[in-house]
């Protein structure tokens, strides 16, 4: 059975969604793709002995099926416990799949606890995605402020951070095509735990490609003209790096897949890190504590404004 799913998928995806044709899939190595780095990509705080001057994580999409919230409580309880060193976490847009907060489960609401937690102890800058809905709405969950974009001074460099969506023109002009591919890319996902067979058709799709390079060649001449020397995105889901140019482009990839990666800053140095997810214990406390006094109020008025 799912050898035929699987091959109805790669068909869909093909005819409908405009993927390159490969002739021998099975036989295809469904590895991810390169990672450039400045820095180690593992414990990065006490690899380089030092405080990061910030840690930037985007697309949690809390709400979602695929969302890794478990993983990423693991990873937030490593900075609260000091074994992560940074100065600063950035949330690059999309912490929300939608304001409809019926779709929260436990370790959803556990993360804005955690997140909310943490503000108490490091600064917390969110910058809005085109999934996080109102900043007026969200921003008082966390109790940190909602920006579109931010510079960070480190070392002697200024790093422009900013979600993308602003420059995905296809989002704008297709969204009942987005909406089916964003389907179609769950659905594989569901039929692979391992999320292989969903990330090489992402990036076998001339559609994906096209619009993440868009993404990347206007965020690098918008980061040019703010006079920075790299630019940080997320939205495209696809972690990766292009340091040929003058402005360097990192995009910081999600947690809606495995493995989940994040980017830290030291000193003006951008360096990309897989969280690894078989380092989350069984054991680790994952019961719900409230984000708010009352939570079931908090979901309500959250209904009542995504009502239409």
């Not at 109805?8 to 405009?18: H, I, P, S, T």
């Not at 490969?22 to 990065?44: K, R, V, Y």
């Not at 709405?137 to 931010?150: I, K, N, T």
Request: overall charge negative; proline content about 3%; aromatic content about 8%.
């Amino acid at each position: 059975m799912d050898y035929l799913y699987s091959h109805a998928a790669k068909y869909f995806m093909e005819r409908v969604l405009g993927l390159v044709q490969i002739e021998e899939f099975d036989a295809l190595e469904m590895e991810a793709a390169p990672i450039s780095c400045s820095l180690p990509q593992t414990d990065p705080g006490k690899d380089f002995g030092s405080v990061c001057d910030a840690i930037i994580i985007s697309d949690i999409h809390l709400g979602s099926e695929n969302c890794q919230a478990r993983s990423l409580c693991s990873f937030l309880r490593s900075i609260a416990r000091g074994e992560l060193l940074t100065s600063k976490l950035i949330l690059n847009g999309d912490v929300f799949d939608s304001i409809d907060f019926r779709r929260l489960k436990k370790t959803h609401w556990k993360v804005l606890t955690l997140l909310r937690k943490l503000s108490n102890k490091i600064e917390i800058i969110w910058i809005c995605g085109n999934h996080d809905g109102s900043a007026d709405v969200v921003s008082p969950l966390l109790g940190v402020e909602v920006a579109d974009e931010y510079i960070l001074e480190s070392g002697s460099k200024k790093i422009l951070i900013l979600h993308g969506h602003r420059f995905d023109e296809f989002l704008d002009s297709h969204r009942i095509l987005t909406w089916i591919g964003d389907y179609a890319y769950l659905l594989m996902q569901k039929l692979d735990r391992t999320h292989k067979f969903a990330k090489w058709a992402k990036r076998s799709s001339k559609i994906f490609l096209r619009c993440s390079k868009t993404i990347e060649e206007k965020s690098v001449r918008y980061a040019r003209g703010k006079r920075c020397s790299a630019v940080c995105c997320g939205h495209t889901h696809h972690v990766g790096s292009e340091t040929t140019q003058d402005v360097h482009y990192f995009n910081s990839g999600c947690w809606t897949e495995l493995p989940s990666t994040y980017l830290t800053i030291h000193d003006g140095q951008i360096a990309i890190h897989p969280f690894d997810h078989e380092l989350v214990r069984d054991d680790e406390d994952l019961e719900l504590e409230p984000s708010c006094p009352n939570e079931r109020d908090a979901q309500e008025g959250a209904l009542v404004y995504a009502a239409p």
